[in-house]
C-alpha cells in the first residue's frame, strides 16, 4: 500500500485527468489521443508521454477495449483447462495464445482437487464449434487431462473505475 501512496503522490492533475477520461469510452476515430489531449486542454505528445511514464511506473497497467463477444457475434464460450507439465507450459501457452479463437490464457497455481494449471477462454459461434477446437487441440498437444467449462451467463463485464482519485495533498 505504501508503494501505491508514494506513486500516487507523484501524480499529477493532468495524470489524474487522464486516468478518469480512459475509464470512459475512448473516442472512436483515427486520432483518439488527439480528441483526449483536446479534452484534457493539452498537446497529444504530452498526453502520451505522460500515458508512457504511468505504465512505467506501474499506475497504469494497460490501455485495451472491452469488447462484447455475445453482440459481435460469438454466442459460445468455454474455460478449457488443461494439466500441462511443468516443462510444457510455455509451449503449449504459446500455442493456445497464437489461435484466434482464445483471449484469455493464464498459467494458475494446481491443488490436489484440482490439478489444472493452464486455462484458456475459448470463443466461437456455437457450443459444437468450441467441443471441437478443444478435441482437436488436445489431441495435437497430446494433452490427455483436460475440462472444458461452458459459461452460462455473462454476471459482469467491466473494468475498474476509480469514481475520484485521491488528491495527494490529502494523504497521510
Known amino acids: 500500500m505504501k508503494w ?6 507523484k501524480l499529477t492533475e493532468l495524470d489524474r485527468i487522464l486516468i478518469q477520461q480512459l475509464q470512459s469510452e475512448i473516442p472512436l476515430c483515427e486520432e483518439p489521443y488527439a480528441v483526449i489531449a483536446r ?21 497504469l497497467r494497460r490501455i485495451a477495449c472491452l469488447l462484447n463477444h455475445r453482440d459481435s457475434g460469438y454466442k459460445a464460450n468455454g474455460m478449457f483447462v488443461c494439466k500441462v507439465s511443468p516443462d510444457r507450459i510455455e509451449e503449449v501457452a504459446l ?12 498459467q494458475r497455481k494446481t491443488y490436489q482437487e484440482w ?8 470463443h466461437s459461434q456455437s457450443y459444437q464449434e468450441v467441443k471441437e477446437f478443444v478435441a ?10 483436460y475440462k472444458l467449462l461452458f459459461s452460462t451467463e455473462e454476471i459482469k463485464k467491466t473494468s475498474m473505475k476509480y469514481e475520484e482519485l485521491p488528491d495527494p495533498e490529502n494523504l497521510s
Not at 95 to 106: D, E, F, G, K, W
Open 4 to 9: 501505491v501512496i508514494e506513486q500516487m503522490l
Open 136 to 145: 482437436s487441440f488436445v489431441k495435437e498437444e497430446n494433452i490427455d487431462e
Open 39 to 59: 479534452q484534457a486542454g493539452v498537446e497529444k505528445s504530452e498526453v502520451l508521454k505522460r500515458l508512457k511514464f504511468l505504465q512505467d511506473k506501474g499506475v
Open 95 to 106: 500455442a493456445l495464445i497464437c489461435l484466434q479463437q482464445v483471449s484469455h490464457c493464464y
Open 115 to 122: 490439478p489444472y494449471n493452464l486455462y484458456a477462454m475459448i
